[in-house]
């Protein structure tokens, strides 16, 4: 059974459409992870899915069940936003046990649902404390006290950690990951971060414009991006997209800056390669920049399925786990990612080798992915 | 702000004498203004031989603290020389539940149309602030009828009907201006944690409302207290408050002027809303410039 059904969601905001028909749908135990740019419409979708907001059309179905006109309270979620949303004149405990106090649970049952949470999350020390007491980082743990306390169908997250420092983001997210892991729950997870989409996902919804322009796990995202838009959104630095032209039979190579002296030809894997219309036709080309390398990176597989090339060095960043190199491919500027030890001359040549199993085809038109 | 404030100031600091002018200037104003509130004070301790030989103005010759006791409860204000004391009993019974019932409402009020949206509820909020600006004048005949109706005339629940309706006016801006600084995000919690619109309001708006409140009862304690011409025009006798009383008060021709019993009750009848501002004129400022939620 579905955890969570969203159905041809639409909303519309004055004369702006924020959602032109949303469809997810998660298995039980997912962790969704809605991302995108601000303004693409992933928080008013998850205040949706929480009846804080009313679709204009459209269905939300928890568990099996419809309830796109049932209020937030009664379709048993729980739900962590940004600025963690705190009473502020409540204790920590009395923040946790507010909804329980709301639903009329018994008081013996509210302080053992507390003393469970709070061990938990290593809450136990702040209970009595009041929120203006507290550091981000442990009103960030009491929010989601506040949320796991109820043991809901869906946890909903709104941009839980964009408002910690560094450091406890990234402890935040790993503990947020390995929460999830322990207790199984349906998880739903609005934020612009690329990172922690690919960290924490089960599945990914990258959303763009009202729309959501693909949804799949992780993996699928980052190495098959359905169109241009989640190639240049997702991963840091983005995939390199340039236009390129498809030339040969049996075996198509692309050319890179076709016609000048420094034209770049990457063989084409044999399988999943283009389909036969697309030949002689311009596409526009991606490749991720860990595709790039310092030649003599084997990229763990057999001779004849990466290529090497000489390519002009632009600028290099190293950044200590490796080094950035801009470099020009057939004229293109192109990212690529060496090893931290390897430090290309800047203003001269350098070899390097290219995983073309890595490369992706793009229609220049509907910049829909093609192979 | 902060910056150019400096700015406008460094001529005059940096100037001792322009300093001292400006010192100067500000405390002569303050002096005249004082003035009328001298002769007061003066007035309330000299007897009337006093008063007569001289005028209303000059010193003491001894003091005649007795002046506050006969104003207080045995002046004789029409007809009936029981003091101002029954006409501030008066004033309390009127000031207290009047400020208590529009302070609430007004906070509800207040609550409903920062944080929650409904149909027209800009246009609510524009009607009910619209009171602020009609003058007391214009809606003394529409209150006459009312009162009429309801068979309030000449009563103080009708005077507290009245500073009721009034008062939300003021009530609910101060307290909608105060709540709109509440984050969204919090209703939206409490929301799903299963909170309605009223538990809201008592269990997170109100507990975080001190100092709006604050303000708002001094502010309403202090006007309905001093509001004159309602209760010189609906009530009379001894359902009067203490400010339509002063009037009756001053103007009992029986004998000769008492100015020395008329300044003590002045006084007297001015002194419930000056302690309210000094117990609670920091939270005011406080209240007038704090932010709602941090």
């Known amino acids: 059974?579905?955890?969570?059904?969203?159905?041809?969601?639409?909303?519309?905001?004055?004369?702006?459409?924020?959602?032109?028909?949303?469809?997810?749908?998660?298995?039980?135990?997912?962790?969704?992870?809605?991302?995108?740019?601000?303004?693409?419409?992933?928080?008013?979708?998850?205040?949706?899915?929480?009846?804080?907001?009313q679709?204009?059309?459209?269905?939300?179905?928890?568990?099996?069940?419809?309830?796109?006109?049932?209020?937030?309270?009664?379709r048993d979620i729980a739900m962590v936003f940004q600025s963690y949303a705190l009473y502020p004149t409540m204790t920590v405990r009395q923040n946790i046990t507010f909804g329980m106090a709301c639903r009329g649970v018994p008081k013996r049952q509210q302080a053992e649902a507390v003393a469970r949470t709070a061990r938990l999350l290593q809450i136990e020390a702040l209970l009595d404390r009041k929120p203006s007491?507290?550091?981000?980082?442990?009103?960030?743990?009491?929010?989601?006290?506040?949320?796991?306390?109820?043991?809901?169908?869906?946890?909903?997250?709104?941009?839980?950690?964009?408002?910690l420092d560094a450091k406890l983001r990234v402890e935040m997210r790993m503990e947020i990951k390995q929460l999830h892991r322990r207790i199984g729950a349906t998880m739903v997870y609005v934020t612009h971060d690329q990172i922690e989409a690919m960290t924490m996902a089960t599945r990914i919804a990258v959303m763009h414009q009202g729309e959501v322009q693909q949804f799949a796990d992780p993996d699928t995202v980052y190495n098959r991006p359905a169109n241009l838009f989640v190639a240049r959104f997702m991963g840091a630095p983005p995939m390199n997209t340039v236009a390129a032209r498809l030339v040969g039979g049996e075996r198509p190579v692309a050319v890179i800056g076709a016609g000048r002296p420094d034209e770049i030809r990457l063989p084409l894997p044999a399988e999943g390669g283009p389909p036969p219309d697309w030949r002689d036709r311009e596409v526009v080309l991606g490749i991720r920049p860990e595709a790039i390398a310092e030649a003599g990176r084997r990229f763990g597989v057999e001779e004849g399925s990466f290529s090497t090339l000489e390519a002009p060095v632009e600028m290099t960043e190293p950044t200590g786990a490796e080094t950035i190199v801009m470099m020009r491919l057939g004229g293109e500027p192109v990212l690529g990612r060496v090893a931290p030890d390897v430090r290309p001359v800047v203003g001269g040549a350098a070899r390097f080798a290219v995983d073309t199993r890595r490369i992706c085809l793009f229609d220049p038109a509907t910049e829909r992915l093609i192979a | 702000m902060a910056e150019a404030s400096v700015m406008s100031l460094a001529p005059a600091a940096r100037n001792p004498l322009g300093r001292w002018l400006v010192y100067a200037l500000l405390t002569g104003f303050a002096a005249f203004y004082l003035v009328p509130l001298l002769v007061v004070v003066l007035n309330s301790v000299r007897t009337a031989q006093d008063i007569g030989a001289t005028s209303v103005i000059g010193w003491p010759r001894e003091l005649a603290l007795d002046n506050f006791s006969r104003a207080w409860?045995?002046?004789?204000?029409?007809?009936?020389?029981?003091?101002?004391?029954?006409?501030?009993?008066?004033?309390?019974?009127?000031?207290?539940?009047?400020?208590?019932?529009?302070?609430?409402?007004?906070?509800?009020?207040?609550?409903?149309?920062?944080?929650?949206?409904?149909?027209?509820?800009?246009?609510?909020?524009?009607?009910?602030?619209?009171?602020?600006?009609?003058?007391?004048?214009?809606?003394?005949?529409?209150?006459?009828?009312?009162?009429?109706?309801?068979g309030l005339t000449n009563s103080i629940a009708g005077l507290v009907l009245i500073h009721v309706v009034q008062g939300i006016s003021f009530t609910t801006l101060f307290c909608r201006n105060y709540y709109v600084a509440i984050p969204a995000e919090l209703l939206k919690a409490a929301r799903i944690d299963g909170a309605g619109y009223f538990r809201i309001f008592w269990r997170i708006v109100l507990p975080l409302s001190p100092p709006i409140l604050i303000v708002t009862v001094i502010w309403q304690f202090t006007h309905i207290w001093n509001e004159f011409l309602y209760g010189v025009t609906f009530t009379s006798g001894p359902q009067q408050p203490v400010t339509a009383a002063l009037i009756a008060l001053s103007v009992s021709v029986s004998e000769a002027p008492q100015y020395g019993v008329q300044s003590a009750a002045v006084l007297l009848a001015a002194l419930p809303t000056l302690l309210v501002y000094l117990f609670g004129g920091k939270y005011f400022l406080r209240g007038l410039t704090a932010g709602a939620v941090k």
């Open chain 1, 1 to 53: 059974m579905s955890a969570l059904v969203i159905r041809n969601v639409r909303k519309r905001f004055g004369a702006q459409e924020v959602l032109k028909g949303i469809d997810i749908a998660a298995e039980s135990g997912e962790f969704i992870v809605l991302v995108g740019p601000s303004g693409c419409g992933k928080s008013t979708l998850l205040n949706i899915v929480a009846g804080l907001e």
């Open chain 1, 55 to 74: 679709p204009d059309a459209g269905d939300v179905e928890i568990a099996g069940r419809v309830v796109t006109r049932v209020p937030p309270k009664d």
């Open chain 1, 133 to 163: 007491q507290l550091s981000g980082g442990q009103r960030q743990r009491v929010a989601m006290g506040r949320a796991l306390v109820r043991d809901p169908l869906l946890f909903l997250f709104d941009e839980p950690l964009s408002n």
């Open chain 2, 73 to 150: 409860s045995s002046y004789c204000i029409a007809q009936t020389c029981a003091g101002i004391a029954p006409y501030m009993w008066n004033s309390f019974l009127l000031v207290v539940p009047a400020t208590i019932i529009s302070t609430l409402l007004g906070a509800l009020n207040g609550y409903s149309v920062a944080l929650w949206r409904f149909r027209g509820d800009n246009w609510v909020f524009g009607l009910v602030t619209l009171g602020v600006f009609l003058p007391e004048q214009m809606k003394l005949i529409p209150w006459v009828l009312v009162l009429r109706d309801l």
